[in-house]
């Protein structure tokens, strides 16, 4: 069998030429077996029916194997002659040949060096689209939280829309300015705190050294 893997033929045909003739090789050995069965059971027939005969079915059987020897070393030589013939008249694709699906390379022709730099090039496309899909999740992701940093930020909003109402309604004025007073009262509390507990330490000192 040849060994040439014959990969243009393939693509065209769906199999490879060397498959193709191994089956028909097998099929001719096979027909060739059951010949030489049909042959062997005409002969015993034939001889059964021979008054004294003395050849018997085992040496019949060994005839028939010396034959069948001599017939597949023909036929082996016979076959590798037209195995030959027909991978290279037949199942061969002439080199001059291009399959209508490769046409295009015809009219856009690619050396080895040109080939890769497009497949480095389509690489780098398919990492920068990965990369700006991770970005789209991470602005996703992040607008979400906005999203319930902003529901937060409205429920406060709303929360000092209440206590400013109520602030009006007890008459106490604006509620942002009543907050800034607030504020700085609470500012000025907690410097007297402070104060105080400065002056306690003090003390408390002085009555220890007395």
Not at 27 to 52: R, T
Request: glycine content about 4%; proline content about 3%; aromatic content about 8%.
């Amino acid at each position: 069998m040849s060994v040439d893997p014959m990969l243009y033929e393939t693509q065209f045909f769906g199999f490879t030429p060397q498959t193709c003739m191994l089956r028909v090789y097998i099929a001719f050995q096979d027909y060739l077996f059951e010949m030489m069965l049909v042959v062997e059971g005409v002969m015993l027939k034939k001889l059964d029916g021979i008054p004294g005969c003395k050849i018997s079915p085992s040496q019949i059987r060994k005839c028939t194997e010396k034959f069948l020897l001599f017939m597949k070393e023909h036929f082996d030589k016979l076959f590798s002659k037209m195995e030959e013939m027909l991978l290279q008249l037949v199942l061969n694709i002439p080199k001059n040949v291009l399959l209508p699906e490769d046409k295009v390379q015809e009219q856009y022709p690619y050396s080895e060096e040109e080939f890769q730099a497009l497949q480095d090039e389509l690489q780098q496309l398919q990492q920068q689209c990965r990369d700006e899909a991770a970005v789209e999740q991470a602005l996703l992701a992040e607008l979400e939280e906005q999203k319930v940093v902003q529901a937060e930020l409205e429920k406060i909003l709303q929360c000092f829309d209440g206590l400013e109402n109520i602030c009006r309604e007890h008459g106490a004025g604006n509620f942002k300015e009543s907050f800034a007073l607030l504020t700085q009262s609470s500012k000025k509390l907690q410097d007297v705190l402070k104060d105080v507990e400065e002056k306690s330490k003090k003390m408390k000192q002085h009555d220890q050294l007395m």
